[in-house]
C-alpha cells in the first residue's frame, strides 16, 4: 500500500479511523474492478499503443543505421580478409595477387571477387566474381553497391584502408546482413513490448490509487444514492481532502447527503400538501366532508364508561347564495364562505367539527352536553351566529340566511354514514319548506325521500312504456270568442291493482322531480313532438288552432332547444306560427346573454313565444324589450284573487298595459268566473283561458269540444 500512505499521509488520524471501520475492503473490492472498469482498459490502451507508437517511430528511424553499421562490419572483415593477403611487389604495373593467393582469398573468406587497380585507376587484374562497379574516376571511389537480392555488397578500398598503393573493388557476401538486422528489429520489438507493458503497468498502478479508485468509489456511493436517494447508505470517504480528486469525492458525498436532505424536505411538504387537499378546503381551511366523516366516525365510536356519546349532526347550507355568486362575482362569494367558515369556528367549542362539505355547505358535529342537550339546540345556535350581524365585504353588507337540517348519533342510526345521510335529507326538506329553518329528520323525511326515488323509477318507466300523455285546454280570443289556441298539459296515468285500474299523478308531484333529475329533457321534447303532431292533425281537417308548449329551464340551456324544434317541425309538418313555446320569466334570469340569443334563433325558426307566469319573478323591462317574444302570460294567482285583492288587480293592470306598450299580446290563465272575465274585459286583456271554459281535457274530448263551440264566450253561462 506504498501508494495509499501517500495519500493519506497528510491525515492519518482519518486513515487510521476509515481502517477501523472496514473501509479497506470496499477499496480492495475497487482495485479488483479496475481492471474490469471500460475507463481502465481505454486508459491502458491508449498508454500502450502510445509508447508502442513512440518505439515503432524510432525503431523506423534507426533501422537504416543499424544496417549500415552491420554493412561496414561486412567491409572491414573483407577489407582485413584483402589486406592479410597482399604482396609487396616492386613493379609498379604488376598485380599484387598471385593466382594461388586469389584463389585461397576468395575460397575462405566472404570476398566472392574484386579487382585491382592502380592509384591511377589502371586495371591490373580481376579474381572471382565479376565485379559490377568499375573505377572511371575519383568520384566512384566513394561509391558503393548492394545487389537487389542483399547476397552481395561491393565496397572500395583505398590505398590508406590497405596500406598499399593499390585500389581494389571487392565483391564481398552479405547474406548475413538480413538476419542480423531481422534479429535486430526482433530484439527491438520484445524490449519494445517489455518496457510498454513495464510502463503501462507502473502508471496504471499509479493512477488506479490516485485516480481510478477514488473515481470507482465515488461511482459506487452514487449509483447506491441513486437507487435510494432519499436513504442513501453510502461508504464513507477514506481520502482526504488535500488533492483535487479527495475534495471533489467529498463535495459528492456532501451533495448527496444534502439532496438526501431535500428530498426528504420535499417529500414531507409534499405529503402534507397532498394531506391538507386531501382532508381540508383550501378556501376556508376547514375540513372537507371526508374528513369530517372520519372525525365523526372517531367520535361515534369513542367509547368512554362502557357508554356511547351522543353527538349532533347539523349540516347547513346557505341560502341562495347561487344569486351572490352570479350578480356580485366569486370573489364576493368566497370572501362570505370565508366569513362564514372563520365565525362558525370561532363561535363553537373547540371539540365541535366544523367543516365545509360542500359549495355552499357546511357541516358540523359536536357532543351533546347538559348546555345543549338536543340536536335542535346546537342548530338554533348555529343559526343565530350566522344571523347576529350581516358579513362586510368590500364595504358593504350581506345578511346571509341559512337552511339546517339535524340528526342525532346514536338516536337517529348506528352507523355514523346513516346518520349523516339523515342530516342531509333534513336539510333537502328545510329547503324544500322555504329555507330558512331548521328541520330535525324524522322517518317520515325518509320515507319521503324514498318515494321520490320511487317515483322517479316509476317516471321513467312511464316515459319508455309510453304511458304519458297531454292533455289540451282551449284559449279564447276575449274580443272574439274564436278558440285561438290550445295549451299542451303534460298528464300521468299510473297503472295500479286498484278498481280503476290507475289513478292520474299531479304535476305537481312529478313535474319538479323530472326538473331536478333532468328527465324533464327528454319528456319535454316527446311532449313538444307530440303536441305537434295533434296541431298538423287538427289542422289537416280544417281547424288552425296554436299549440302551446311548456318550457322547462332545464330544456332551455341543457339540450339543443333550437335544433329539436326544427327537426319537430320539418318531421310533423306544422306550420311554425301553429306552435308557441310559452317559457316562465325566472329561467331568462339565469343567463340573459343565452336567453337572447335562443330566444332569436327560436324566433327565426317562425314559431310563437310567450312568457307564462310573468308577474312572478325578477325581469328586468331592460331586458325585457331585447327578447323576441309575441306573448306575455298572466300568472292565474293575480287573476283569482284580483276581485279580493286590489294589489293582485293592481298587477294584472300592470301587465295589461305593458304588454300593450311593447306591442305584444296579453294571455291571462286561471279564469274561472264570468266576474273574472268581465275584469279582463274592462282591462283590455286580448286572450283567456281557465276552468270557466274548460279544464284541460284529452285531444279527442279537446276535438270534440272545438268542434260543438259556437264561438261566443257567453254560452259558457254565470
Known sequence: MAFSTGIFAKNKKATVESASKANYKPLSKTSAKIWRSRISWRITSAVFLTIMAIQAVV???????????ILNVVREVGRSSIASTLTETMKFLETP?????????????????FTVYTTDLLLLGSYGEPVSMVMLDQESLSKTYRTNDGGSYEVVYRPNDLSRPYIIVARLNSDKVAPQLFNFVEQTIIIMLLMSLLVTTVLMIALGHWLLEPILFMRNNLITAAKN?????????????????????????????????????????????????AYFDTLTGLPNRTLFIQKFTEMAFNVTDDKSPRLAVITMDLDHFKDINDSMGHNVGDAILRGVGKRLRNSLPDHAIVARSGEDEFSITMPLSTDLNTGRDVAEKVSAIIREE????????????TSIGVSTFPDDGKDPSEVLKHADIALNRAKEEGRDRVKEYTEDFDKAVQARFQLLRDLRDALENKELTIFYQPQFDLNTGAIIGAEALLRWWK??????????????????????????????????????????????????????????????????????????????????QMVELEVTESVFM????????????????????????????YSSLSYLRQFNIDRLKIDQSFIRNALTNDDDAAIAR?????????????IAEGVETKEHEQFLVDEGCDEVQGFRYSKPVPKDEFWEFATSYDGKLSSFGA
Not at 525503431?59 to 543505421?65: C, P
Open 59 to 69: 525503431l523506423s528511424l534507426t533501422l537504416d543505421q543499424k544496417e549500415q553499421q
Open 97 to 113: 595477387f598471385t593466382q594461388e593467393k586469389a584463389d585461397r582469398l576468395i575460397s575462405s573468406t566472404i570476398v566472392n571477387g
Open 229 to 277: 436517494p432519499e436513504n442513501p447508505k453510502i461508504s464513507e470517504s477514506p481520502y482526504g481532502t488535500a488533492d483535487e480528486i479527495g475534495d471533489t469525492i467529498a463535495l459528492a458525498q456532501k451533495l448527496i447527503h444534502q439532496n438526501s436532505d431535500n428530498m426528504m424536505q420535499v417529500r414531507s411538504a409534499a405529503e402534507d400538501k397532498i394531506h391538507k387537499l
Open 390 to 401: 350581516p358579513f362586510k365585504v368590500y364595504n358593504e353588507n350581506f345578511q346571509v340566511r
Open 495 to 576: 297503472k295500479d291493482d286498484s278498481k280503476e285500474g290507475g289513478h292520474y299523478i299531479s304535476p305537481v308531484e312529478f313535474i319538479p322531480i323530472a326538473e331536478q333529475s333532468g328527465l324533464i329533457v327528454p319528456i319535454g321534447e316527446w311532449v313538444l313532438e307530440e303536441a305537434c303532431r295533434t296541431a298538423k292533425t287538427w289542422e289537416d281537417a280544417g281547424k288552425e288552432i296554436r299549440i302551446a308548449v311548456n318550457v322547462s329551464g332545464a330544456q332551455f340551456f341543457q339540450s339543443d332547444l333550437v335544433g329539436h324544434t326544427k327537426n319537430v317541425l320539418k318531421r310533423t309538418g306544422v306550420k311554425p
Open 590 to 617: 339565469d343567463d340573459i346573454n343565452i336567453a337572447i340569443n335562443t330566444l332569436k334563433e327560436l324566433h327565426e325558426l317562425g314559431v310563437e313565444l310567450a312568457i307564462d307566469d310573468f308577474g312572478t319573478g
Open 654 to 666: 300592470t301587465i295589461v298595459r305593458l304588454g300593450h306598450s311593447l306591442n305584444l299580446k296579453v
